[in-house]
């Protein structure tokens, strides 16, 4: 069983930076892709970005955050980042880390091929 644990989410002006952590238990062994998706009140569950952790490390952003955000992984700490710069406010919303057991590929936003979730972290931009 994967647990997923985030932190990092906060209030910043817009312009500012965040970085977002995830932690997963399971971390090369079952999780193949892991994504980063955020909902704001009254809007759906949105894919925000994704990494493969196996060698390739490809990318995946969604339209919105390119060039603003860039999501990476950390072997060696057990961790995968999603760093926000330039935010604004449209970005603020709950943030979830999810995890994939399969490899990301074009779907990667779709939320319902991620089996394991984060309990999210809030990010606010004034």
């Known amino acids: 069983h994967v647990q997923l644990v985030e932190s990092g989410g906060g209030s910043v002006t817009a312009g500012g930076s965040l970085r977002l952590s995830c932690s997963p238990s399971g971390y090369g062994h ?3 892709c892991m994504g ?4 704001a009140p009254g809007k759906e569950r949105e894919g925000v970005a994704a990494i493969y952790t196996g060698d390739s490390r490809t990318v995946y ?3 919105s955050v390119k060039g603003r955000f ?4 950390d072997n060696a700490e057990n961790t995968v980042y999603l760093q926000m710069n330039s935010l604004k406010p449209e970005d603020t919303a709950m ?9 990301c590929g074009g779907t ?3 939320q319902y091929r991620y089996a394991y979730w984060g309990q ?3 990010v606010t931009v004034s």
Not at 70 to 73: D, K, R, T
């Open 30 to 32: 079952i999780t193949k």
């Open 36 to 39: 980063w998706f955020r909902q």
């Open 61 to 63: 952003y969604a339209d």
């Open 70 to 73: 860039a999501i990476s992984a």
């Open 95 to 103: 943030y979830y880390c999810a995890a994939a057991t399969s490899a």
């Open 108 to 110: 990667w936003s779709n």
């Open 120 to 122: 999210g972290t809030q």
